[in-house]
């Protein structure tokens, strides 16, 4: 690596990660490159390599940054600690459909630096006041987690893929489910209210969070 000369742009590794992050909020995830974001900060793509060793060490720095976005302002102590998690969750799902071609990237790591590691403390905290051991805490969190980052890319994707059919011609026809053949699917098809991605969302957190807790107590206390 050559040496910095008197004349190259002085940048922060701040500035950097907050260049890529909108380049990927902008242009998705496939166009960020090292070449890319030198361009959009007017540098070349060497200068980038004193702050950021390469791409995956790019994307690391972007988890981190994503993760430091999560809100934790509207946690109240004083709440039961079930309504603490949900909110919890909610609060993660948000900053991911802030930066929502970022979710891959989440997905892909595991979160190890004190960034990423605030929303997993944060969880686990509220997790112990509901009576969790720590085994169960950290099955917990990685189950939550899962469910958050999961459901987020799957809406993600399921409105892109709406964009993507925008002035397609309409396919029509019929699925070719038969009511005699799945007599279950056609009941719920019938007689269920689409609920919305986000009211979706909280049921099954509210499901997944009351159910780790439950099963923890009644392992405990058989007689429950």
């Not at 997993?120 to 990685?142: K, S």
């Not at 396919?171 to 005699?180: H, I, L, Y």
Request: hydrophobic share 45%; no cysteine.
């Amino acid at each position: 690596m050559s040496p910095r000369t008197a004349n190259t742009p002085v940048l922060t590794r701040a500035q950097i990660v907050g260049a890529a992050i909108a380049v990927v909020d902008r242009d998705g995830l496939a166009a960020l490159s090292m070449r890319r974001l030198a361009a959009e900060l007017g540098v070349g793509p060497m200068t980038l390599y004193y702050h950021v060793p390469d791409k995956a060490g790019l994307e690391d720095l972007i988890f981190d940054a994503v993760m430091g976005e999560v809100d934790f302002s509207g946690d109240d102590p004083s709440l039961d600690p079930e309504e603490r998690a949900v909110a919890l969750g909610h609060a993660l799902r948000s900053t991911l459909l802030a930066h929502p071609h970022t979710v891959p990237i989440t997905l892909s790591r595991s979160a190890r630096t004190p960034g990423q590691l605030r929303p997993v403390e944060a969880m686990l905290g509220i997790l112990y006041e509901m009576g969790l051991e720590p085994t169960d805490a950290i099955a917990a969190v990685d189950v939550i987690g899962q469910y958050v980052f999961g459901t987020t890319l799957a809406y993600v994707n399921h409105v892109a893929d709406q964009d993507a059919a925008e002035g397609a011609p309409e396919t029509g026809g019929d699925s070719g489910v038969e009511p005699a053949d799945f007599p279950h699917l056609a009941r719920a098809i019938a007689e269920s209210e689409y609920l919305g991605w986000d009211e979706m969302f909280d049921r099954g957190l509210r499901a997944l969070v009351r159910g780790l807790v439950v099963d923890r107590l009644e392992r405990d206390d058989p007689h429950r």
